[in-house]
Structures are given as structure tokens and as C-alpha cells.
Nanobody
Framework: QVQLVESGGGLVQAGGSLRLSCVAS????????MGWFRQTPGKEREFVAA????????YYADSVKGRFTISRDNAKNTVYLQMNSLKPEDTAVYYC???????????????????WGQGTQVTVSS
């Protein structure tokens, strides 16, 4: 069973930046696609970004494209989310997740992700 621990959230002013980290343990990290999702109270969890197990393919939600960058360091069992030009509407709890199948094509669908971290709060003030 994989364990995921996110960090790096906090309070930032609009236009600022944060970098989220997610460290994985418990199974081989490098053969699974990884994703970041976010959720606000009363809303469903939504896709933010995903990266393939090799790190060569990335996908982004339209709302963050051009502002957020997902990356991974397989030697450190870590996936990152660099968030620039933050907006108040980016305020949410951010979760990292690992895809269910090894060596699979990167997915943007929440149903394809089977293990989740506890989340880290990101608050963007206007």
C-alpha cells in the first residue's frame, strides 16, 4: 500500500507562487502516473494536473494551464506542483494521488487514481 504525504500549502497573495510536494512511500513510485486534484467545500474534487510515470507526458486543467507545472523526481519519490500567478479561485485543499495501474497511460480521470494523500490547504487572498 502506498502512502502519500503532501506539503507546501499556505497563504499567499494573488499573483504569488507556491510549490507543493508529495512524497510517496510503500511501493515503487517510478512506475505509476501521478496527479494533483483540488477540492473546495461543497464541490466535487477536480483534476488539476497529471504526469506520466516516465515524466514525459503532462496534462493540465484549462483553468491552470500556463500557470501551474507538474513534475516528478523518481529518485526522490516525489511529485511537485509549481503554482504561479495564483488567483483567489485557486483556493482549495490540494491532493496528490497515484494511478491504479503501473506503466499505464497518464489519466485525468479521478476514477483512475486509487491512493490519495491527506491534502494540503492553499489559500490565495485577493
Amino acid at each position: 500500500q502506498v502512502q502519500l504525504v503532501e506539503s507546501g500549502g499556505g497563504l499567499v497573495q494573488a499573483g504569488g507562487s507556491l510549490r507543493l510536494s508529495c512524497v510517496a512511500s510503500g511501493r515503487t513510485f517510478s512506475i505509476y502516473g501521478m496527479g494533483w486534484f483540488r477540492q473546495t467545500p461543497g464541490k466535487e474534487r477536480e483534476f488539476v494536473a497529471a504526469v506520466s510515470w516516465r515524466g514525459s507526458t503532462t496534462y493540465y486543467a484549462d483553468s491552470v494551464k500556463g500557470r501551474f507545472t507538474i513534475s516528478r523526481d523518481n529518485a526522490k519519490n516525489t511529485v511537485y506542483l509549481q503554482m504561479n500567478s495564483l488567483k483567489p479561485e485557486d483556493t482549495a485543499v490540494y491532493y496528490c494521488a497515484t494511478q491504479r495501474g503501473a506503466y499505464g497511460q497518464v489519466s485525468t480521470r479521478i476514477v483512475d487514481f486509487g491512493s490519495w494523500g491527506q491534502g494540503t490547504q492553499v489559500t490565495v487572498s485577493s
